[in-house]
């Protein structure tokens, strides 16, 4: 990837950002931290790394998305749209009765693989995705974004385990360890400790990356697709809330949208990002 590759991508995702912060203060409600958080990889996947065709969703062969932290939706459908799956416009009935954007994914989003919302279960069907791949011969990888706070549920571990026991190379968990969940730091609430050496006792391989860089993302991802019997793990540090100075590291605008004035000051910082980001 060159530098104007790399800028563009940035660009695109202070576009997510700003998408994301519009969609949430325009519902009153939704995540903004996680969404924040996770805008650098969803980026990276879907504008560099995924096979897909906007034009063909239920194309058989593509590359398969589970965002396993589903109320980071805000972000996730920005991404669908910039993409091409559904017209910019229909962001602006997120979370309203009756639109296809729910507060949580749903399969009938044009682009979503999997309906998600509830913790531990997405990261569990991406795996049923990839040894469906396995046994149907195909050479799609799975890809699954699972937040660190959801690594809570003990369903996430039970899937681990069965992703070594089937060798499920094809299967590519990224973990957005932003160190908050709903209610407080992750280590105060249920310490995950060091995630990165649990998943390689339990045989994953592993990488350990800066999640708001999009060449440390990209080069993590191009690594991890080694088909070497292995299932792969990215423990992508980020930080909650990034790119809105008043919501990072905090857990307080996990589930909260911002109100009139903090929505401005928002605007306005990512704003100040993108022409930042324009004059390198
Ligand atoms: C099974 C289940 N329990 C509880 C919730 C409520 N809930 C939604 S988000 C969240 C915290 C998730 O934290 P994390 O995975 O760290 O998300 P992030 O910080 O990346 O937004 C909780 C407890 C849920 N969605 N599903």
Redesign the pocket.
């Known amino acids: 990837m060159n530098i104007e590759e790399i800028k563009e991508l940035r660009l695109r995702a202070n576009e997510i950002r700003r998408l994301s912060i519009d969609m949430i203060y325009g519902a009153q409600s939704g995540?903004p931290?996680?969404s924040l958080?996770?805008a650098d990889i969803l980026i990276t996947l879907y504008f560099k790394i995924m096979k897909v065709d906007p034009a063909n969703p239920q194309w058989p062969d593509r590359d398969r998305f589970v965002l396993s932290?589903?109320?980071?939706s805000a972000a996730y459908y920005a991404v669908l749209a910039l993409k091409g799956y559904f017209p910019m416009d229909e962001l602006k009935n997120f979370r309203k009765i009756n639109s296809m954007l729910q507060g949580h994914p749903t399969i009938h989003v044009p682009g979503v693989d999997m309906t998600t919302?509830?913790?531990?279960q997405g990261f569990s069907t991406s795996l049923g995705m990839a040894l469906a791949g396995k046994i149907d011969g195909k050479d799609y990888h799975v890809y699954t974004l699972?937040?660190?706070?959801?690594?809570d549920?003990g369903i996430v571990w039970e899937a681990a385990i069965n992703a070594v026991h089937n060798k499920l190379d094809n299967l590519i968990m990224i973990v957005?360890r932003?160190m908050?969940?709903?209610d407080g730091n992750?280590e105060k609430i249920l310490s995950l400790g060091e995630v990165s050496k649990k998943l390689e006792a339990f045989g994953w391989e592993v990488r350990e990356i800066d999640g708001h860089s999009i060449t440390e993302i990209y080069i993590s991802i191009m690594e991890s697709m080694q088909r070497n019997g292995k299932p792969k793990a990215i423990v992508a540090r980020t930080v909650?809330g990034k790119g809105v100075s008043y919501m990072q590291n905090t857990h307080e605008f996990?589930?909260k949208p911002p109100n009139k004035e903090q929505y401005e000051k928002a605007i306005k910082e990512l704003e100040e990002e993108k022409n930042r980001i324009m004059s390198e």
């Open positions: 995540h931290g996680g958080s996770a932290k589903g109320h980071a919302g509830s913790l531990g699972v937040g660190d706070g959801e690594m549920e957005d932003n908050y969940q709903l992750t909650k996990h589930g």
